[in-house]
């Protein structure tokens, strides 16, 4: 485990290898393995491959285009619409993108009672416990992954070509990695850790 995670990298360039769909049950029961709250276990997991992949690419793009030419989503983030763009390159090639929703979200647009949102937090949090579980799992099989947020640009779109109940939270990109990069820089224990007694 612990050379899993000092090992795994965000991988953006993959092989056209394909993944078995074995490979792809283990990385994804891993990620129901995580620990949720209240055990709610509030998680499903869209897995996109082939012709679907090409339609849910179409959709993607369609969201950039309306971030780009208005009724923007999120109007203060432009100078990230290029990122996302070059994201949606990324999962054209890798062979495997996995969604993952909530369906027990109320959305990002919904209005929420303070309950409601602490309920949402909490299973966000059980999300990513989920997400870097399927990583991690992912690394121990030689196999590559990109966790990715850019999908809010086109959550709109991306939501209605789901057609799926609840809240889409990510995209996990999948494949053979066609690169070795370097561990990026990290802030030290001492940067990030108070200690008190």
């Not at 679907?52 to 959709?59: D, N, R, T």
């Not at 990230?80 to 979200?105: Q, S």
């Not at 990513?128 to 809010?152: F, H, P, V």
Request: aromatic share 8%; net charge neutral; glycine share 6%.
């Amino acid at each position: 485990m612990i050379s899993a995670i000092y090992d795994r990298r965000s991988i953006r360039k993959f092989s056209d290898t394909p993944i078995s769909r074995q490979d792809i049950t283990d990385i994804i029961e891993s990620g129901t393995k995580a620990p949720s709250s209240k055990n709610r276990q509030p998680w499903k997991y869209i897995v996109i491959q082939g012709k679907s992949k090409e339609e849910m690419l179409k959709a993607f793009r369609q969201g950039i285009a309306r971030e780009e030419n208005g009724n923007p989503l999120l109007p203060r983030s432009r100078q990230h619409l290029a990122a996302a763009k070059h994201t949606v390159d990324i999962m054209e090639k890798a062979p495997v993108i996995v969604f993952v929703v909530n369906p027990l979200g109320k959305g990002v647009l919904a209005e929420l009672t303070p309950e409601e949102r602490i309920y949402e937090i909490c299973n966000i949090q059980s999300l990513s416990a989920s997400i870097q579980n399927m990583l991690l799992a992912a690394t121990e099989k030689g196999i590559g992954s990109l966790w990715i947020c850019d999908i809010y640009f086109a959550y709109t779109e991306l939501c209605q070509w789901l057609n799926s109940e609840g809240e889409l939270v990510a995209a996990i990109a999948f494949g053979y990695p066609d690169e070795l990069p370097k561990e990026r820089p990290r802030k030290s224990v001492e940067d990030v850790v108070e200690w008190r007694s």
